[in-house]
Structures are given as structure tokens and as C-alpha cells.
């Protein structure tokens, strides 16, 4: 099992920026592929972005790309979403989410996610 607890969310205005983070606690941090996804009422989740084990690898959403950046910290299990020039449509809750094993953009792929982090841009 693993725990991801989100944090950093909030209301920021257009062109601002927010660093979201997810501790993980409960198996090796490093054994698993992390990625970010998001959700707004009534759709269905959507992948942002996602990292490989080492950190060493990244795949991005074509909306983000150039605007949002995954990290991770094995030494802390964390992983980071950086997002810079945020636009309203951004607006959305965002989950960490774990994998044991390769990286991947399919929600149905990943096993462990966190509660969630409400991300507000306003115009």
C-alpha cells in the first residue's frame, strides 16, 4: 500500500503560479511511477503529467506543456508539480497518483491516489 497526501493547492490569479507537492509514505517511494491528474465537475479525470522511478524520464499533456513541470525528491518521497503561467482553465482538483513499475498517461494504469487538491485561477 501506498499513502499520497496532496498539498499546495489554492486560489491564484491568471499568469500566477503554484508548486503542488504529494508526500508518499507506506512502501519504497522509488519503486513506484508517479504522475498528476485532474478533475472538474462532470468530466471524466485527465492526465497531466507523470515521472518515472528514477525522475530521469517526464511525459507531459500537450495543454501544459511549457507551463508545468513534474519532479520528484526520492530522498524525501515527494513529487512536485510546479505550474507557472496558470490560465482559468486550469482550474480543476488535482491528485498525485502511484504506480508500481513503468511510467504511463492512462488513469486505469495507476493503482494509489491521494484526496485531491483544489486549484483555483481566477481571471
Known amino acids: 500500500q501506498v499513502q499520497l497526501v496532496e498539498s499546495g493547492g489554492g486560489l491564484v490569479q491568471a499568469g500566477g503560479s503554484l508548486r503542488l507537492s504529494c508526500a508518499a509514505s507506506g512502501r519504497t517511494f522509488s519503486e513506484y511511477a508517479m504522475g498528476w491528474f485532474r478533475q472538474t465537475p462532470g468530466k471524466e479525470r485527465e492526465f497531466v503529467a507523470a515521472?518515472?522511478?528514477?525522475?530521469?524520464?517526464?511525459v507531459s499533456a500537450d495543454f501544459v506543456k511549457g507551463r508545468f513541470i513534474i519532479s520528484r525528491d526520492n530522498a524525501k518521497n515527494t513529487v512536485y508539480l510546479q505550474m507557472n503561467s496558470l490560465k482559468p482553465e486550469d482550474t480543476a482538483v488535482y491528485f498525485c497518483t502511484a504506480r508500481a513499475g513503468l511510467i504511463s498517461r492512462r488513469v486505469e494504469e495507476f493503482n494509489y491516489w491521494g484526496q485531491g487538491t483544489q486549484v483555483t485561477v481566477s481571471s
Open positions: 515521472i518515472t522511478r528514477s525522475g530521469g524520464g517526464t
